[in-house]
């Protein structure tokens, strides 16, 4: 590999997309003449021969695109192509062209050493001779030209200009100002730069230069290489849009968010809403303050993670789509006044239009651009269609759209501007990684738009589903997920778009390189060859065997694990039998049986669960100090508010459950507080009362009332004492802690599942929509992230529904669909009954059974009914006197399983034991 691209690779720490972009840079060098004059359709042949989606530079000179989306970086990827381009090929002079003021100004800063978002930091030849930048406000005085007479070439001159200081004329005909003969250096500086025998053109968001004067004037500069980059690789014309001839490296926005390189985008409605019960007035307003909510719960949450982490803290805004300018002035008298959450918005709200002119428009971009700042007091944003490329911040957080538009046109020109992630990449806290958008009025609609395949979330569809009604079948066999864990299966195996499916052990798998990890194993790969994986197997063979034991967690201890090694060792058959005795290395049998034992625990619905409790004393305590409450100010709540996401598809509650009320207002803090292993009410009563005493001063003084206060009190407990537990673990000294496992419970192993499907059926995404004509019988589904198994079959589009709501739903740990004898229940002496699914959460275990509402009634649904309830009160009696979890039969009608129903709505009305 080139040393160059190593070097800028990690000296810029470059993101793969940004990398395998520089790469074809690299690849492009040495395969045109980088001189000027080149023959510019022999150039396109060798492009197009090695790159076939190039098929026209659509310059007069070779032009590549590079399509990368929002939030990966395209400003760092041109400092990439900068500096590979002058150390490895010598080239010094760069023009990036801006399309806007805005992008322009931007570029000028990233571009100069000191900036601290300086793109060339880290390259070590630029920091003893920093590049020359010259712009359209400088280049008059001929900066960068006089250093070359007097001092010869030498280092690199950066031109960073607005798209308009080239192509635009001045009043009476006159060629713009950049054409006009300078007494510094003898000609215009644009004839200057077109002369220039190394002249790289850079256009930022290239879409925006695709009018007819743009590509005149862009022609006219002669470079001997462009480079273009844009999330946007199409022009309008007309209805349809036309895409790019020159794209030669694409990286869409789905895979930046299946590769978590941007925020989760996700959108928020309530619980059982109804937007037909209000009037549009309503809903505006309704929206608009469940929009401040969710930005005050993740004010808290990303102030608490920040500080739990020890990271700088991020202020996070809330942005409103207005219809007009007459609208957006009307939404900022509406927020500024004092009955809008108290007048607490009223300095930290401002407005984005067209129509702001002098001081006022000044005062508006100079807060804009310092949004980020958490001393800069903006909390809310108004703009009319104002904010587009180049407004590239980290702390857009909730977005509130009040304009008329349709699902997809919402959600993609929305979610643009606050993609980008505060700390660069995601940190595995929903609050800090996701970018929500409120809309009641469209959620339905938005959720059935984000799961179709040609999706603005999944522009790459990992699967798309074929209609296979009526054909042929042919049997399939899937192992559980853990079989896939101990092999190389799960780097093959799921979701299928064209490409044809192929076998493997019987299980048909994705062809290598398309597939995605279930969540439910994440972890690094521990069984590399195919020895290990044969040890692998083994091992769980034998732990069938083991059966017998009260729980699948005394297989790890040392007796259990030492039989265990013996049985493997004995029945393990060399894969290399050829090698000869010495010579080859032994594999680690104690080792690989540990680790497969450990994943066979992780990947298995234990009955019951392995609780962890603390054993032995321990010591601990906290330093004295007062609670910062300089960033909390959270509002009171109406209602529950449902939060689902459009790319995971997760839903949280933002509110929690009714509370008891308290006599003393500090109780509501104290007592979520120690429940929090690390506090003891006893040990810390003192210190808890004080902080908790200290927020609840600080909540009412700028809460209106003790109503609102109590409300705050209540309803955001939770969170508020996450806030006050992340203080006091800054504070806090602690000796040594140990740790006892106790379960009790016996095990069973999960089995292989066989079922048919069509001939031509490929693996299905399970979000993708049904339809009633389709056979779903015939189909299996797959790309689950808590199923045990990676690929299912469902009898009826209710059950595939079910299986949504269950990955949707965080309290869930577990589920899959039982093969046949894994549940002995029998409602008849000779009928055996198998519910349709097996859900562990993290308080109960459930057997659901999905069922067409018009069936509910039906004698035989009755008597399997009455069978299940007895089978789960036997099994909850064994298991709480086991210090276990309870079971529950569930019998849902089909009619019940709607997206924004949740797991634990289910459960409280369709519970029958």
Known sequence: MNRHINAISG????RPPQRQSLEILSHITEILPLEKGADSAESLRLINAEYPTVTDFERDFPSLCFALATGVGKTRLMGAFIAYLHLAKGIRHFFVLAPNLTIYNKLIADFTPNHPKYVLQGIAEFAQEPPEIITGDNYESGRGVRERDLFGERGIHINVFNISKINSETRGGREPRIKRLSEYIGQSYFDYLAELNDLVLLMDESHRYRASAGVRAINELKPILGLELTATPQIEAGSKPLAFKNVIYSYALSQAL??????????ATRENFDPKNYTAEQLEELKIADGVRIHESTKVELETFA?????????????IVARDTEHANA???????????????????ITVHSNQRGEEADETVARLLAVEKTDEPTEIVIHVNMLKEGWDVTNLYTIVPLRAANSRTLVEQSIGRGLRLPYGRRVGVSAVDRLTIVAHDKFQEIVDEANKPDSVIRLVPVYIGRDVAQEQKKSVTVEPTIIAALTSQLKATELQSAPPAQSLDGVEVMPQGQSKVPQLVQQPMRFDNL?????????????????????????????????????????????????????????NIERLVAQTTELFIELSIDIPKIVVTPKGEVAYGYNDFDLDTSGISLQPVAMDILIQHLHSN????LASKSLAQETRLEDYIVRALIDYDDISY???????????????????????????LTNVLQYHQ????????????AQQWQGATDYAVNVTRGFTSLRSNSYSVGVGEGVRDFRAPVSERQNIRSMHFGGFRRCLYPVQKFDSDSERRFAVILEDASEVLKWFKPTRGQLQIYYTRDHLYEPDFVVETATAKLLCEPKRASEIEDEEVKAKARAAIAWCRQATEHELAHGGKSWHYLLIPHDAMLSNMTIGGLIATYNLS
């Not at 500080?307 to 942005?319: A, E, G, R, S, Y």
């Not at 939770?718 to 673990?729: C, E, F, S």
């Open 258 to 267: 299946s590769d978590g390189f941007v925020k989760e985008p996700a959108v």
């Open 531 to 587: 020895e290990e994986q044969q040890i692998a197997r083994v091992t769980l063979e034998t732990i069938r065997k083991f059966e017998r034991l009260p729980r699948s967690a005394d297989l790890q201890k040392p007796e259990i694990q030492a039989e265990i090694v013996r049985a493997v060792a004995q029945a393990y058959i060399p894969v290399a039998q050829n090698a000869l005795p010495g010579l080859a290395s032994q594999p």
């Open 718 to 729: 939770q969170r508020l004492a996450a806030a006050v537990h992340a203080q006091m673990q």
């Open 307 to 319: 500080k739990q982490h020890d990271l700088l803290i991020v202020k996070p805004f809330m942005l």
């Open 331 to 349: 939404l900022m008298t509406q927020i500024k006044s004092a009955d809008f959450f108290a007048g607490h918005y009223k300095e930290r709200v």
């Open 11 to 14: 000296r810029l720490s470059l």
């Open 650 to 653: 997760e839903r949280e509650m």
């Open 682 to 708: 006893d040990d810390h009563a003192d210190m808890l009362y004080k902080l908790a005493g200290q927020l609840t001063a600080h909540l009412r003084s700028y809460l209106p009332d003790e109503e609102a």
